[in-house]
Each structure stands twice: as structure tokens, then as C-alpha cells.
């Protein structure tokens, strides 16, 4: 009797069974924002911000959703998505930064001679002085203690 290997899952659905590819560039990251968010949705909405934050990647809207946040396709040296989610928390959002992408060119052999921790720290750090960007001009003008204003 021999195996059957076609389906190491067998009777499981598709979704549950079937393999995901994982990105070698990987980024999670989050920053409390007192605003809300469709005034931080107006700050994200500016392409020439996409530039400033973001200077060597081609970015794509894929899904605008409005004061919930945006999804990208990323292009250039790294290729992906990207996506700002903005979870409405307290008297403010949640600024989620999520970034899935693999080194633009570069065969899977190649990956092991690339420094991975490196490129990553990298898109986490530019994320960051995003989400920091984003938080100093909805927050300029916000009293301490007092709590945000829709614009």
C-alpha cells in the first residue's frame, strides 16, 4: 500500500491546508495617534507625503478606505504591499504599518548572501518616521490633555 502524498491535508479545506508564501521582508508596527481618522486618512491621502516617506518605492493605491486606512502595491527595489490601518481607539486611532515584501530581482538562492535584518530595519525605521510624521502634524496643534478636535 503506498501513501497517497498528493494532499498532505487530505479533508482539510483549501484555505487550511494549501502552503502561504512568507515574505522575507516582513514589517509590523503601530503608533497611537490623538486624531481621528479620517483626519489622519487626509494626511495619508497625499501622494507627494508617499514620496517624501517612502522615496525609492512606486507606490499603487489597491484600496482606499477612507478614514479606515489604505492598501498599497509597492514596487522598486523591494516588491509587495503595504497597508496603514487605522483602528479607531479611544479618542484617537491605532496607526498599524504593515509591510510584505520580497528584495526586487534577486532569485531565491540568492536571499541567504542578502542581510534580510538589515533591508528590514530599514522599511521599519522609514515606517516609523512616517508614523511620526503623521502624529506631529494632526497632533501640532493639540493641547496636552485635551482631547482632539475633527478637523
Not at 484617537?92 to 548572501?113: D, I, M, N, S, T
Request: proline share 7%; aromatic share 6%; hydrophobic share 45%.
Amino acid at each position: 500500500m503506498t501513501a497517497d502524498t498528493s494532499r498532505v491535508c487530505r479533508g482539510q479545506p483549501p484555505a487550511v491546508c494549501e502552503a502561504r508564501t512568507v515574505n522575507s521582508i516582513q514589517v509590523a508596527d503601530e503608533t497611537f495617534v490623538a486624531a481621528d481618522g479620517a483626519t489622519v486618512a487626509a494626511v495619508l491621502a497625499d501622494p507627494a507625503r508617499w514620496r517624501r516617506w517612502w522615496p525609492d518605492l512606486l507606490l499603487e493605491v489597491v484600496d482606499d478606505r477612507g478614514p479606515l486606512g489604505v492598501r498599497w502595491t509597492v514596487a522598486g527595489p523591494v516588491t509587495g504591499t503595504m497597508e496603514i490601518w487605522l483602528q479607531p481607539v479611544l479618542d484617537g486611532v491605532k496607526l498599524h504599518y504593515f509591510l510584505h515584501a520580497e528584495p526586487a530581482g534577486v532569485a531565491a538562492w540568492q536571499l541567504a548572501k542578502l542581510n534580510l535584518t538589515k533591508l528590514t530595519h530599514q522599511r521599519r525605521v522609514a515606517g516609523r518616521r512616517m508614523a511620526f510624521d503623521v502624529k506631529a502634524e494632526v497632533e501640532r496643534n493639540r493641547p496636552v490633555g485635551v482631547a482632539p478636535q475633527p478637523r
